[in-house]
């Protein structure tokens, strides 16, 4: 009962809010990953039956989210979303959350976490990604980022030197 | 017996001077090239000749060549000015030569800070080039200077309005009303103006540091802000399990200045798993830099608005398309392709907003205002060619390091030479030719060109040693020793450069012939032939990734 209760009241508060939500709001989100880069290559570490995985560091450069209203006191509730790491089965790191804002004269917000971790990622070809999203909750208002690279990571070699001419 | 006229010689050699003198003039005419009106250039008819280009970033050198291929008149960017190397969105459909010309410089040209296009010969077989004057190569940086100076000025006058004395702050913090919206940014001002010494909050106005406050160290009324921003604001996060909770209250505040696409800067504190608010600088800053920016951008051939035009439907989904690379998947891409309407623009790189593609159901007028709240994007008419620009381009990389246009149509023509994948040659000339950052810059359309930066140091001990390249190029492998291995590793960053005696270098074209790719394997090795770093630095370029849009 107290859930439902507490639901209903989550609902309706929500609507209210949305019911002061500029209709010309603009989000912007930005996403930037530096790691891996498209030259750094990892030597495998792990192996996992006949898989070897490496662990690979991610980390988030300059993504942000942002929110410009302009008049004072409009208000709105803003979800935000910055992951850094997801992709192709990796478990990145992510900073998610949320928080009614609302506006003065200068009509600004912005989110920037400084995000970073280590995931294990399998051998071959792979591609890192930072991405950034905000929306206001049940609405068509968002906006979306995604950047993408590409990295290596290649099977141990045997022994410490050989390799080149 | 006639009488010699005692001046004829004279008379004699002030003709020869005069004649000479003409001469000199008519050849210095033919040599010279002399800026030209928008009335000129439509009076060469070879100008009235249509040209077509569509693409969502093109150099002006590469503008320049494709009007000469389609009509015939020698038309270049010079480069010596930096002309040929700025990138520009160009969507033009059987529109005279000479519009788009002169809406070239009317795209780029303000009062002060002109573009020209200049000719030498005389019309019919005249030769034209487009340079940006000396005003017009200094603008962005006079523009920079100006935007933060009006921001520190702003925040001096902010700091000194909102400032409270004690017995002030005592007396409101008996006040149990919340902090009001109206008095937040001032008190925010006030928290970062006392708890930072002035060369801090220099560093931090000017961009170069963040600052970190502890909130158990603010002063009471510090607190105060923070708590009742925290029960304002009922912020949530995602735990590591999915759930959400409350955000913790916060422990710590960071203060920075951050410009997004704006063209001035705005002074934000965050708090915790907040986010933060802008204290200074914000909207009124930069819609009053954008109004100061399109008041110098319009020009006396210019028109502010064309209603019959900005009132039509702009097209549901895209009716053109530019030629273009990620990241220009963007709002000013999508504005070109469903109009008809010809336009040049000068767009921010950067990528789609999902909330943006509504806009393209409205009109043109109410989709350049919404590129105007989103980008602070300013537009005007000349000879019924659309111009978009928008008042943060000169911050943009671009202005910042701009990237050589003959040393990118260098390596377009080798990619083109070599089934579209760049030669070895073509690599070691980019990143000799180009810096760090304007490698990043030209990664924009070409994403390998970022995979240069860590190992130019390498590709630069292949242009100093001939043989050493050639022995790579023919074999595929080559080692560096010593003082030079250890030049050749200076840009990795990621190993000790002073351990390295060699290096070794592996160059192949591998994959079939439709997923060819280019691989440049470098290894580092110490005195005892221990591979360094856990890092391999390799180098692959997909054949797709060939750097222009034909």
Known sequence: ?165 | MARKDPSAPLAMALAICTAITAAAALTATADRYDPVTDKELASDARLARPVSVECARIYLGDLAERMTAQTGEAISADETSGASDLRIMASVREVPAWRVMAGVTGLLSYRLALWQWERKGEPGAAEYRLVRTRGAQSWPHALRERAQSEFERLTSARMRDTFRTPEQWTERLADPTPVTIEERAGWGLQVFAATLPEDAQKAVLRGEAKARLTVSRLPPWGKRLVEDLYNRMRPWRTLPDGSTAPAPFPEDLVAYTSHGRDPTPTLFIEMGDMGGYGYVGGDPLAVAFRNHVAGAWLGDADVPEHTALETAKLAATAKHELAKHPPLDHPWVALAERTDVPLLALAPVGRASRSFASEGAGTLGGYLRALGRRDYAIHKWRHGLLLVTYAAWFRDEQELHPCSWPVVRRLREACRSNSGLPTLGALVRVAVDLTPEQLDVLSDDWAPAKSLIPIRSTLEALDRDPELHRQLRDSGKATIKGPAARRAAASIGSIAISAVERVSLAVRTVGADGDRQLAFDVLFYDKSGNRLGGNLPRFAIHRPWAPHPD
């Open chain 1, 1 to 165: 009962m107290n859930v439902f209760r507490l639901r209903t009241f989550m609902a309706l508060l929500l609507l209210a809010q949305c019911a002061f939500v500029r209709a010309d709001l603009t989000l912007t989100a930005y996403a930037a990953v530096n790691r891996p880069t498209h030259n750094e290559a990892f030597t495998a570490t792990i192996q996992v039956g006949s898989l070897w995985y490496a662990s690979v560091p991610f980390r988030s450069i300059s993504s942000y989210v942002r929110a410009d209203g302009g008049t004072p006191n409009s208000s709105a509730y803003v979800s935000w979303a910055i992951m850094v790491g997801y992709e192709e089965g990796n478990q990145g790191v992510a900073s998610t959350g949320g928080a009614t804002i609302e506006f003065d004269g200068e009509g600004k917000f912005q989110r920037t976490p400084d995000i970073s971790g280590s995931a294990d990622v399998s051998v071959g070809e792979k591609h890192s990604s930072a991405s950034a999203e905000i929306w206001v909750p049940n609405t068509q208002n968002r906006a979306y980022d995604k950047a993408t690279d590409v990295f290596f990571v290649l099977m141990p070699q045997q022994g410490g030197g050989g390799g080149g001419a």
